[in-house]
Nanobody, 114 residues
């Protein structure tokens, strides 16, 4: 079954950086628009950033100019470089294709302290 596994989260102080990874199985990764989402307990999952198969990117206003999404289609891996982190970035981060073609992973917890 095609699935994703997120990693790279952790505890960081405000202003710090983290790099998240999302390893995808199956052959559809390279042709899929991929998405990083985040979710705070009790709130809806929200889109953080997207990247098309051709490499075009889009970002939520809250993370623009601080986060960078990228992909390595040889390694079937999606990345999210997060700089200048803020406490409001604290959430569980998930990845999936735009059509949710992969089985959802457990996500990776990002906690930013003030």
């Amino acid at each position: 079954q095609v699935q994703v596994v997120e990693s790279g989260g952790g505890l960081v102080q405000a202003g710090g950086s983290l790099r998240l990874s999302c390893a995808a199985s199956g052959s559809s990764f390279s042709s899929s628009t991929m998405v990083w989402y985040r979710q705070v307990l009790g709130k809806q999952r929200e889109v953080v950033a997207t990247i098309s198969s051709a490499g075009s990117t889009n970002y939520a206003a809250a993370v623009k100019r601080r986060f960078t999404i990228s992909r390595d289609s040889v390694k079937n891996t999606l990345y999210l470089q997060m700089d200048s982190l803020k406490p409001e970035d604290t959430a569980i981060y998930y990845c999936n294709s735009f059509t949710a073609a992969f089985k959802w992973g457990q996500g990776t917890q990002v906690t930013v302290s003030a």
